[in-house]
């Protein structure tokens, strides 16, 4: 059985940074795809960033371009996500997810519990 913890997350100002961590256990993950999801309080979920398993391709979502930077270590079977210049509006739970393929959001099968990401005005 697959598990995925997310850390990093905590309440930051505006412009701050954050660094997101996801271990994975009872498998290794090199060869899926894993990907940052958020969801915000009555919306739904969405992804911010997306990796590749082979060959380490990524994807950003348009909003987060620029700012986030999605990374993993396969020896450590831990994905990465640096966030930079955080916004308000990046106020969500942040989900880590592994599965088939970057896209979409159905071919993840396996999901974290989430860590809170608070940024303050």
């Known amino acids: 059985q697959v598990q995925l913890v997310e850390s990093g997350g905590g309440l930051v100002h505006a412009g701050g940074a954050l660094r997101l961590s996801c271990v994975a256990s009872?498998?290794?993950?090199?060869?899926?795809?894993m990907g940052w999801f958020r969801q915000a309080t009555g919306k739904e979920r969405e992804v911010v960033a997306a990796?590749?398993?082979?060959?380490?391709?990524?994807y950003y979502a348009d909003s987060v371009k620029g700012r986030f930077t999605i990374s993993r270590d396969n020896a450590k079977n831990t994905l990465y996500l640096e966030m930079s210049s955080l916004k308000p509006e990046g106020t969500a739970v942040y989900y880590c997810?592994?599965?088939?393929?970057?896209?979409?959001?159905?071919?993840?099968?396996?999901w974290g519990q989430g860590t809170q990401v608070t940024v303050s005005t």
């Open positions: 009872g498998r290794s993950l090199s060869g899926y795809a």
């Open positions: 990796i590749s398993g082979i060959g380490g391709g990524s």
């Open positions: 997810a592994a599965g088939e393929a970057v896209a979409p959001l159905s071919a993840y099968d396996y």
